[in-house]
């Protein structure tokens, strides 16, 4: 993994004993469950139509990563929710 300057200043701090990790309370650590849980859970159902040719190619790139072809949808559309995708002009 390629480190911007920031992260390696961080990890050279931490290397020389500058940084010090601890370890997270129950209340911290009943919050970040909370998270994950509501991160993951997946309680809705919707239903689209696609192209022929589009679902094909859904299937062939899930295929090729080794995960089911809504994962690969859910996963894509999380990711362009959460602005980590970026649109070409």
Not at 28 to 49: Q, V
Not at 80 to 86: A, W
Request: glycine share 6%.
């Amino acid at each position: 993994m390629k480190l911007n300057r920031q992260e390696k200043e961080i990890e050279a701090h931490f290397e020389r004993g500058d940084i010090k990790l601890s370890k997270p309370d129950k209340k911290m650590l009943l919050k970040l469950r909370s998270a994950a849980e509501n991160t993951f859970k997946k309680d809705r159902r919707i239903n689209i139509r696609l192209s022929e040719r589009d679902m094909a190619g859904i299937q062939r790139v899930a295929a090729a990563k080794g995960v089911p072809y809504q994962s690969l949808i859910s996963g894509l559309i999380h990711q362009y929710v959460e602005g980590n995708m970026i649109e070409k002009s």
